[in-house]
């Protein structure tokens, strides 16, 4: 009993070793590098770079460098409220006039990172009203879920609402809606210009949009080419009203679907992997300035206002792994333990393997090490060769533990 004891505590003390001591590494002498800030210039029609550091940097794609003032006046669509202040916003930019309001209302940011795509699922959504008459949202007093029909449960009582329920499960089903749903994306808030309802695909990824209008249910089918899914689907609310959301399909490939008349269009950006870099888009009156971060590297895809690429700019740096710090951490390091992924919204326990073995020279050192003091304390071999095997195996996780907690009932 002593003995398996001693080994859960052994283990309690690896697990927390292998968590707690490379985040202290890390937090002692990482140096983290910031991405820059990359944006087209509707001016110079090329790229502007933001490099912050020490000090702040501005040039061009050629390196040529930049005043703040300079920069801003560089990209007029992005700065245009400073511009206006300062007095320098130009009057036409490629021969359109540039009307402030109409300024606004092209530009939009959107930003999708893989722990949103992996969020929990509330399970319940308010089915706000579409067409009120109200100047404003009001919260329903009953939510929705889809699972063998759709189910609307008053918030007061839990109770469901047959009624409403039964009418709007049975225009899904005259619509070919396949229960339950996979999916359901919409902008469950009352913080939006307006209420388009839900996105929600079937069991079959057949993709459908569901809202209310004037108590009424408006389900209307998305025809989709053969064999796409999607993986995410991100509902928007832009002043442009041009489409309903981005779509982020199984082969991770970027759709925006038109409001009003449902054309589904795929944008022109390539090798983007949405399980584990960030996707950020700035739309404005000329670009969508399509900007895909990874962990050592930026890719930057210009489209223009009707999605076709324009233009495109990659950048790379030295990653954690391959940095000094990184090499010297594979030298002490066989793994570590992490209790949170960025691209995953939940605490756990996530291993991460150190590539590479330059961790067998610590790891046959600390054997020895080891041997040593059993053979200085006069300890049994036989009895304390499982602890040279934790060592072995775990490295300086496993020293630490098998020392703090020693085999000494059974040396």
């Not at 530009?107 to 308010?126: E, K, Q, V």
């Not at 209307?220 to 999607?230: C, D, I, N, Q, W």
């Not at 962990?295 to 489209?303: E, S």
Request: aromatic letters at 14%.
């Amino acid at each position: 009993m002593i003995k398996i004891s001693r080994y859960i505590l052994v283990a309690i003390a690896i697990l927390v070793s292998a968590v707690a001591i490379p985040k202290l590494y890390w937090l002692s002498f990482d140096k983290p590098i910031r991405s820059p800030f990359i944006m087209y210039s509707s001016i110079d029609h090329d790229f502007m770079i933001q490099r912050t550091g020490e000090k702040t940097i501005r040039m061009d794609n050629t390196g040529r460098e930049y005043t703040r003032d300079e920069f801003e006046q560089k990209l007029p669509l992005f700065y245009s409220r400073q511009l206006l202040i300062s007095g320098t916003m130009p009057d036409t930019i490629d021969g359109v006039y540039m009307d402030i309001h109409e300024l606004n209302k092209a530009r939009s940011f959107f930003r999708l990172r893989p722990a949103m795509i992996y969020a929990p699922d509330p399970g319940l959504y308010p089915m706000f009203e579409s067409e009120s008459g109200r100047a404003n949202l009001e919260m329903p007093k009953d939510y929705f879920r889809i699972s063998w029909r759709m189910e609307f449960i008053d918030a007061a009582d839990n109770r469901i609402n047959e009624k409403k329920s039964r009418m709007f499960t049975s225009v899904l089903q005259k619509r070919g809606f396949v229960f339950p749903a996979k999916k359901i994306a919409g902008i469950p808030t009352t913080r939006k210009s307006c209420d388009e309802g839900y996105f929600v695909t079937d069991s079959k990824d057949q993709l459908f949009h569901i809202k209310m209008i004037e108590a009424r249910p408006f389900v209307k089918k998305v025809e989709l080419p053969g064999g796409l899914k999607f993986k995410h689907i991100a509902c928007v609310d832009f002043s442009d009203k041009k489409f309903y959301n981005y779509l982020v399909s199984e082969d991770n490939d970027i759709y925006v679907l038109s409001q009003d008349v449902y054309e589904l269009t795929k944008l022109a950006i390539e090798n983007y992997n949405a399980d584990t870099e960030e996707l950020r888009i700035y739309g404005n009156l000329f670009y969508y300035n399509v900007v895909i971060r990874g962990d050592n590297y930026v890719n930057v895809t210009i489209l223009d206002s009707d999605y076709n690429k324009v233009d495109e700019y990659h950048e790379s740096w030295t990653g954690r792994t391959d940095s000094k710090q990184g090499k010297i951490f594979s030298y002490i390091f066989p793994a570590q333990l992490k209790m949170y992924d960025s691209n995953i919204s939940f605490t756990d326990f996530y291993p991460d393997i150190t590539k590479g073995f330059n961790w067998l020279i610590l790891n046959l050192l600390l054997i020895l090490v080891h041997f040593y003091i059993i053979r200085k304390k006069g300890f049994s071999l036989k009895n304390n060769i499982f602890d040279l095997i934790i060592v072995a195996l775990t490295g300086l996780f496993g020293f630490i533990a098998v020392n703090v907690f020693p085999n000494k009932s059974f040396a």
